[in-house]
């Protein structure tokens, strides 16, 4: 049996906005020693941005974070185009599916059975349940990435929700947490980082109102740009270490991988950012 993408993963990948994933940064990072290059946003379902960076690099994992089910209805075209670039950079690729958010897509209707339908036409159409995860925040949608794919990758969450996402998983399944992080030890300059890539869109968004409501936070820690005490769960900061323990606080809490999302104040010197990052995580 071909190895699959979601057995390289390493301990530590890197979230990305895809279409900022330039290939030079892309070997940049697998030199650095992360495992995995997430694409976030909405990449095409063609893939053409994923075999750019595969094709620039030898042994980097690169997932999707997410295609939108909405933006490339048809699971049986983006099947397709999973064969096509598994078949030129086999055990490389984990294809990540999310039914997105109802304040983006106006289609937005019966999300569940909409995922659930798409995801078998996905298995159906040729991807092999462990190069696939699911966009996974609620119970539900949790337990359907248990039972048909390889697992969840939640985004937005704090150590506290990936330890009761492990226990309505199971010991098995892919469990991949996006964590953000800012390696900033002063806190009101870490905050004036953080905030605004948490405020927008995600303080908008009901499932994520939703999914922090469950971990008991108030609509007060939610609203206006999210409580200091909110935006430090959210976003990790301080020292290198301070910033490597709540990313390894993930780990402890049951996840197979922690997919981190570095904020910053520019993007001039990313590269330098990163291999900092690196170093924090002891790469």
């Keep these: 049996m071909t190895e699959r993408a979601r057995d390289h993963l390493g301990r530590y990948g890197i979230w990305r906005w895809y279409g900022g994933d330039t290939p030079e940064l892309a070997v940049g990072l697998e030199r650095l020693g992360f495992g995995a290059l997430w694409l976030g946003g909405s990449p095409s379902g063609d893939l053409a941005a994923v075999e750019q960076v595969l094709e620039a690099t030898s042994t980097l994992t690169v997932a999707t974070g997410i295609v939108n089910v909405w933006q490339d209805p048809d699971p049986a075209k983006v099947a397709s185009s999973f064969t096509r670039v598994d078949a030129r950079h086999p055990g490389r690729f984990l294809l990540g599916v999310g039914i997105g958010h109802p ?37 539900r949608v949790l337990r359907l990435a248990a039972h048909k794919t390889a697992g969840a990758h939640p985004y937005l969450v704090p150590p506290e929700y990936t330890r009761q996402a492990r226990e309505i998983l199971g010991a098995g399944p892919l469990l991949a947490p996006e964590q953000k992080a800012v390696l900033e030890s002063d806190p009101d300059k870490a905050r004036a980082i953080g905030r605004p890539r948490v405020q927008f869109p995600y303080l908008g968004v009901v499932n994520y109102r939703s999914n922090l409501a469950r971990l008991g936070w108030s609509e007060e820690d939610m609203d206006n740009g999210g409580s200091d005490a909110l935006i430090d769960a959210l976003v990790a900061s301080g020292t290198d270490d301070q910033v490597a323990a ?5 780990l402890a809490a049951g996840a197979d991988h922690v997919c981190v999302q570095l904020l910053t104040e520019t993007n001039d010197h990313m590269l330098d950012d990163y291999a900092h990052l690196a170093r924090a995580l002891g790469l």
Excluded: F, I, M
């Design 103 to 139: 304040e983006v897509a106006k289609e937005y209707t019966r999300p569940y059975d909409t995922l659930a339908s798409y995801v078998d036409g996905l298995l159906n159409g040729g991807v092999p349940a462990d190069s696939l995860v699911l966009a996974a925040l609620g119970p």
């Design 246 to 250: 709540r990313v390894n606080a993930h």
